[in-house]
């Protein structure tokens, strides 16, 4: 049964419980709630909340922990025999924690000592806590839980630095630095943020595997709502330092009551593409190529362009640093009005791709025509009118806008750029755009800093529309944005395509948004598109064995 | 067209205007203490000389009496001038050169760091090869092969200290205009085909004004330091002139007897390099901190 | 990573030629006629032309420079303007001397800054932090010569009278034989580069305090006193090896001020007098030597960055 009050009731033997959980800032800013919930053995629970929803604070505090400017004012962590872990000595937390309860950290590049061998760290959990008799069963233990997270446990293996592995592999090390001494509890936090959809699924099994070979009791804090679908077995969901809602997955997840929680669902975009996320009618398959004239303004008329099939034209686009070949000949049509998501993992070259198309990236070979007419590679050899064209967004919100700055400002750089317009004509256009980007006239001259990340990111926007663009390539633009502000921007893109006819290119890793933002998707693998053609044909029909594996691992509500 | 509800998104903490840089340096205590004692120094330099000789009854290079008598409110030094009336003159020509030396420095380092920083490439080895070579020598000893060769003139010892300034000013500059260069504000300006002076002055710049004022701070504190260290050798302000560094070399055998011919000038350098280092320190907590809120 | 190591050898190496240009252009930017000054002026005009031949003046510039450069190699510097005797003779008790005090104020301000740095970082924002940071800002303010003369102040002259505020050796004598007279120059050097070290100590141990890692061998249940030893210390030591070279090398340059002040017969107060003599041969070996110095010291600073950073030893990354 799912309920909007902590589940006090204990079916099972809990072996974490956390009542009323108060914690402040030392300042006195109180972050946590009073917050509860119960770990059981052998059984997951999620904690999810988008950023600054206090999850990781209520993690760490599971094992008596508290970030520096944190303190902890009210209510207790009680573990299996009763003794509440925040009034033990720091000694005695200390004892617990690496060995009763674990932490799994959500970026092990930065948790991982650079200086110290992998199989050493994970030996230190061993010695500090003292497992079995001997120097020997202790290597015993190493190599095993080496084997149980699916990583080589050979000598040579063990002696290798952290920088030597991938992101998914440093990710198993911290699982087993976690597992090694046979936690009672585990607190994963994000453990798979970052990693790709296939090393996702892989550590998600072994985590799964793990917990119920080994009856661990499980918190798993993630933003991530699919992946908790596959994962927990119960779901809190955290808003502002409290828990909204809490109960099994299925009732949660498919029947929620509190309206924070059905906002969050429903922002969430999934890739059967059976609901919508925000308001505008999804632009998908069944939707016409838009062909709607900008409203009249103050820009100067479209050019007229000679009736060629495609707007965009990328044809055997290549490119190297040195010996690794990031580019591998990449072919690409745009056509008028169309949305088109360029898909691939970290390390596919899309966001080189991107850039060489809107011409931030000079190093290539092979063409980049719009409108028929080939492009200068980088922007400062190409024509203003170009340059006005095509307009590119970037993922950060953080960095893309000057802190300096007012947005006025930096909204009004293109227009600098673009030639005879005066100061009263500059301000009218940057008040336009916006508007169009659905941001009040008043933050014209507000500073980056004073904005949220949505609202940052809505100004760089602005700042990409302002010289009315043909084509606007959007690359990762809501990859840093929490789930529900996601939804407002595709939201706001979709109604600037409909409102202004302008066609884009939307480069993501996310491929459940392929049905919430494009009419035909291209797969990006190794620097070649292996993949292309409308969206509901390569989802239901993927041609390359690339795609079909990443169909089948991605997790689904 | 509906405005954006900004309740639909997780609360985040928003900064209410930051306060500018200056007020947060001045809300610190330690800008508060370094400004009196940096400010009564300085008030010191500058208008002391105006006040010789109606205020002591004798310029600074007067005779007043016998070498190292206690005549006086401070008594004579080791030529028998009246000490007094040599400190209230002997400020002022240290902090126009430390002034000048500081500024030249700060130009000419700032130039390169951000050029070489922007530019990379070849541009970038050369100054930074050029920093090298100019940072394997100590600023001191660099001035003093300056002034062999070249004699113990004002010129001369501003323009090597500001020289061996600008490779220290050019590093800093350097590394923080690299973090800056690689936010993608920059990449957009690039990308508008903003000219390149352009994005430097009004990009990268006001980005890096912290940092660039803490090695303001320091440049100065140095500079004060290093060419009162030259006229304590000898090898800066030339007697008769009256300088703080060339009187506690002067004063110095006589400690036992006469100490004021020392310790006034001691004092003052220390008041004003102490003050001025407080103030560097002040403004790198409170360009810190703005790191942190951004 | 010995590939990486030899190119900073190579880098250092060209540096130290360079500085070597540009310390022997001195000599043509001195006005006057070096023979003359040895001389004096009433030495014939075919004595100062034998002296000339002597010297090698006539003998194009990159000859010259290049007979010096050689010099510098086998220990001949030249002569001296001032004493006409060699120059070499002339340093040689001098560079050892100058020596004992870089090594004495080194063996104490190193492990003294190191620990103070650490003490601070691990009670930060306490008392003891607050009183660390302070005194070591105004150490770091105050010129060479102020520390000095306040410490002769106070322990010479004006408030106690226990130390010699000048060097007392005769000729002839070694200057460790009264050691009593060393107490107070080590002291001044200490002074200044000490607040330095502390400073860096304290901010990189503050930084890797701060570090996920750290946090993670908290939370692995380490105990404090193993987090400071066997995870944040090996990471503060490039760092603070890098502020320690450049201390030392400073060391090379401050002891111009603290020898002139306390008379210590050094390679500073050779160099202040050889400026004060316009002894050009002087003043360029002596900034060679100290350049020198200056080159190998950092260099070696990066070599101990280079060895302790796992990433450049296993080349895995560039």
Redesign the interface.
Known sequence: MSTLAPNMEQQTETALQVTDLRVATTLGTEILHGVSFALKPGRMLALVG????GKTTAG?AC?G?F??GLQHVGGSVQLTDGADLLELSDAGR??????SI??V?Q?PA???????RIGTQIM??LR??GYGASEADRRNRLAEVLTDVGLPNDAAYQRR?P??LSGGQQQRVGIA?AFAFRPEVMVMDEPTTGLDVTTQALVLQTIHQLMTTHAVAGLYITHDLAVVSEVADEVAVM??GRIVEQGPCDQVLHAPQHAYTR?LLAAVPDLAGRHRIGEVAAVTGAMPIVGVEPAASVRRPAAADPDTASLLSVADLRLSYGSATVLDGLNLELGRGESLMLLGESGSGKTTAARCI???NDDYTGSVSLAGKKLEPG??KRS?EE?HRIQ?V???P????????TIGE?VE??L??SGTFSRKQRRALVLEAL?QV???ASFIDR?P???????RQ?AAIA?ALVNAPSVLVCDEVTSAL?V??QA?IIDLLR?LQVETGMAMVFVTHNIALARHISQRLAVLHAGRIVDMGPTDEVLDNPQHSYTRELLTHVPAL | MSTIDTHTETPVTIDETPPGLLRRILRQRQAKVGLALTGVIVVLAVFGPLLLPWLTGYTSTEFAGRPFQPDGLFGTDNLGRDVLSRFLDGGLSLLVFAALATGLGMLVGTAAGMLAAYQGGWLDSVIMRGNDVLLALPQLVFALLAITVLGPQGWVVVLVIGITHAPRVARVTRSAASAVITEDFVRASEMYAVPRWKILAKDVLPNITGPLMVELGLRMTYSIAAIASLSFLGLGMQPPAADWGLMINENRTAMTLQPWGVFLPVLAIAILTVGSNLITDAVARASATVEESK | MLGVILRRLSISAVILLVVSMLVFVATLLLPGDPAQAILGQQATPERLAALREQMNLNDPFIQRYLDWLGGLFVGDFGSSTASGGSVGALLGDRVVNSLVLMVAAAVISIPVGIIVGTYSALRRGKAGDHAATGISLVLAALPDFVIGIVLVALFSTTVFRVLPSVTIAAPGEHVWDYPGQLILPVLTLVLVVIPYIIRMMRTTMIEVLDSGYVEMARLKGVPERQVIWRHALPHAIAPVAQVVAIQLAWLAGGIVIVEFLFRYPGMGQALVDAVTNRDVQVVQALAMLIAAVYVVVNLLADIVGIMTNPKLRTGGMR
């Open positions: 988008e950023s600054g929803s760490l094992l922990y970030r520096t200390r004892g617990l924690r690496g060995g674990s932490y950290p970026d930065l948790s991982l000592n650079p200086a110290m230190e959990v500090v806590h630095w920088h030597e630095m808003l502002a906002k809107a011409g931030l922007t400062r203003a340059r590119y970037f993922q950060s953080l960095s893309s806008l000057n802190p300096r700055r930096s750089v293109p600098h750029m508007d659905q941001l009040a500073r800093g004073q904005l949220s990340g949505g609202e809505r700042r929490d529900s502000v407002s109604t």
